[in-house]
């Protein structure tokens, strides 16, 4: 691999981890808080787009139907997280699986809670 100036020995040996850590910036693998938090606003956004059928336009988007939609959009949403973050850590010594299952669990706790309280 050819390294811009400045990077790597000047001998002929490849890029190290290091270097290439370097010329990226922030490697993938210390992400997860970040990932976390796009997975927490996008269930948020998913809600806030659901509870506007609940509350602005109930004649047009039963409540059976929004709670529907809300569940199911939740599960994949959950399985996307969970797959961004495993495939993030493949080859690394990390592991996420105390955060992944805690955020899970609690946006499940919160579907339930929300799809049993809102719109009713």
Same mark, same amino acid.
């Given at each position: 691999?050819?390294?811009?100036? %400045?990077f790597?020995?000047s001998?002929?040996?490849?890029?190290?981890?290091s270097?290439?850590?370097?010329?990226?910036?922030?490697?993938?693998?210390?992400?997860?808080?970040?990932?976390? @938090?796009?997975?927490?606003?996008?269930?948020?956004?998913?809600?806030?787009?659901?509870?506007? %059928?609940?509350?602005?336009?109930?004649?047009?988007?039963p409540?059976?139907?929004?709670?529907?939609?809300? @569940?199911?959009?939740?599960?994949?949403?959950?399985?996307?997280?969970?797959?961004?973050?495993?495939?993030m850590?493949?080859?690394?010594?990390?592991?996420?699986?105390?955060?992944?299952?805690?955020?899970?669990?609690?946006?499940?706790? %919160?579907?339930?809670?929300?799809?049993?309280?809102?719109?009713?």
């Amino acid at each position: 691999m050819t390294l811009p100036k %400045g990077f790597g020995s000047s001998g002929a040996g490849g890029a190290s981890s290091s270097d290439v850590e370097r010329m990226i910036g922030r490697r993938v693998e210390n992400m997860t808080g970040m990932i976390t @938090i796009s997975y927490i606003a996008a269930w948020l956004a998913t809600f806030g787009g659901t509870a506007a %059928g609940y509350f602005y336009y109930p004649w047009a988007y039963p409540t059976n139907s929004g709670h529907y939609a809300f @569940i199911v959009l939740t599960i994949i949403e959950a399985i996307g997280y969970l797959f961004c973050v495993k495939v993030m850590e493949e080859g690394s010594k990390k592991n996420s699986n105390g955060i992944v299952a805690a955020v899970i669990g609690a946006t499940a706790v %919160g579907t339930v809670i929300i799809s049993l309280y809102v719109g009713f």
